[in-house]
């Protein structure tokens, strides 16, 4: 593959292979000769697709039977309202670990439809680096309806790696940064959500994965379209699904399967991270803020030693086809996506250029 790579956080880059099938057949899908966004949802064809995208990720993640895969709208944030108005009462406390800024948003939606949100602990600084602090300093409350957290804060590029032990409540993860990314034990959560647009497809699209015994709850004034009673008994079709965002991301599914699944990807995605955090730390020039043991695999951050540099590094980086290293809005400094999609060549030819900057810069 051959550049431009694209290092964006999201929307990010999508398998090559998938663009090509997804251009191939835009006109014309099927040889039907209509494109697949002109097709009804309830189409027979379009609902095989979209049975076969829930088996193949079904597949891809071992998602056990007594879970419900749903197909919704409204991205990450969408997820964000949607499960304490499904999970929680306007009574209830919920616990929420806020590790990074997505957690941050999750915890001021939450607010909204619960009785208390409990933060049950953050990050803290340490002498190597940002950490998450460790569970046994949680303060988990009574009886919380769940306990919510980000196992991949995709803007602070720090993880949770191990999923945590011991809460009694439903666990409910967002997983929009790092699902798929490797093997994950689906059975140890209540509610897992996704944002599509970094390892699965198109923004605007999310996956919510629900255990059979959390459904039912929802408020009474919950969004009919944000019940996931009401779409798992639909098969998330209660309305117009975004049908193109369902297509593609069952193409990714497909080619991920090919690819050799989670286990493959995740030994792939363990060496691309491990590249530029080895290079990081052996530079002096280049340094990344987390402790090594939170360190994202998905979402490396990393500033220049002189940030006055940092339009030079952008801008050089562009001449050689590396895009989207620019660090979100709220940090500064670079941040490096490297998703599913992000072959590890193009890792290799981002590290190639951080040298060659470093030794004209440093
Ligand atoms: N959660 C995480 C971890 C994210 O990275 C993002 C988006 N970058 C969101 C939630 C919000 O997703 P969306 O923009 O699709 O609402």
């Not at 032990?165 to 689906?186: F, K, M, N, Q, R």
Request: proline share 5%.
């Amino acid at each position: 593959m051959t550049a431009p790579f694209n290092f964006s956080a999201g929307p990010a880059m999508l398998p090559a292979e998938v663009m090509q099938q997804a251009q191939e057949e835009f006109r014309s899908w099927r040889n039907s000769g209509i494109s697949v966004m002109e097709v009804s949802h309830r189409d027979p064809a379009f609902m095989q697709m979209a049975a076969q995208a829930e088996q193949d990720l079904r597949e891809l993640m071992a998602i056990p039977a007594n879970y419900q895969v749903l197909f919704m709208h409204g991205g990450g944030r969408g997820q964000f309202s949607a499960v304490p108005q499904n999970i929680a009462g306007p009574d209830d406390t919920v616990d929420y670990l806020n590790s990074g800024i997505w957690s941050d948003f999750a915890i001021r939606e939450a607010g909204k439809y619960v009785g208390r949100v409990n933060v049950v602990g953050g990050t803290e600084q340490t002498s190597r680096g940002k950490a998450i602090q460790s569970p046994v300093s949680w303060k988990l409350s009574e009886k919380p309806a769940y306990f919510h957290y980000c196992p991949n804060e995709t803007v602070d590029g720090i993880a949770l790696h191990d999923i945590p032990e011991g809460i009694s409540a439903p666990l409910v993860a967002d997983l929009s940064s790092t699902i798929l990314s490797e093997p994950l034990d689906v059975s140890r959560f209540g509610i897992i959500y996704a944002g599509a647009q970094k390892n699965i497809g198109p923004s605007g699209f999310a996956i919510a994965i629900i255990r059979d015994d959390l459904l039912g709850r929802a408020q009474g004034n919950t969004s009919t379209i944000m019940d996931y009673s009401v779409q798992a008994r639909e098969r998330s079709m209660y309305n117009t699904p975004n049908t193109f965002a369902w297509y593609l991301s069952g193409l990714v599914f497909t080619w991920l399967k090919g690819k050799g699944g989670v286990h493959t990807m995740g030994a792939i995605n363990r060496e691309k991270a491990a590249l530029l955090y080895d290079y990081i730390d052996a530079s002096d020039y280049y340094s990344n803020p987390v402790h090594p043991d939170f360190r994202s695999r998905m979402n490396v951050p990393f500033l220049l030693a002189d940030d006055r540099q940092d339009g030079a590094f952008l801008q050089q980086a562009e001449k050689r086809g590396l895009v989207g290293l620019k660090g979100h809005r709220f940090v500064g400094g670079m941040r490096a996506s490297i998703y599913n999609a992000m072959p590890l060549e193009g890792v290799k030819v981002l590290l190639d250029f951080m040298k060659d900057f470093e030794k004209t810069h440093a």
